[in-house]
């Protein structure tokens, strides 16, 4: 795997079409990390923790 990663860093170098297909490859993998990320935060938003107030409400005023 490690000579692959070498391998593949020095043809990016040569081939500049390989190189955006690169970057291309790791943004996609960034964007599916966000959406994870994003997700996640939902599900931790729904979660919740007894004796404290969501953040959607507001305190009652006297």
Not at 23 to 46: D, I, N, P, T
Request: aromatic fraction near 2%; glycine fraction near 6%.
């Amino acid at each position: 795997m490690q000579e692959e990663l070498k391998a593949l860093n020095r043809t990016t170098i040569r081939k500049p079409k390989l190189e955006i297909k690169t970057h291309a490859a790791e943004l996609k993998r960034l964007v599916s990390f966000g959406e994870g990320l994003k997700r996640r935060a939902e599900e931790l938003e729904r979660v919740q923790i007894p004796g404290r107030r969501s953040a959607g409400k507001k305190r009652r005023q006297n």
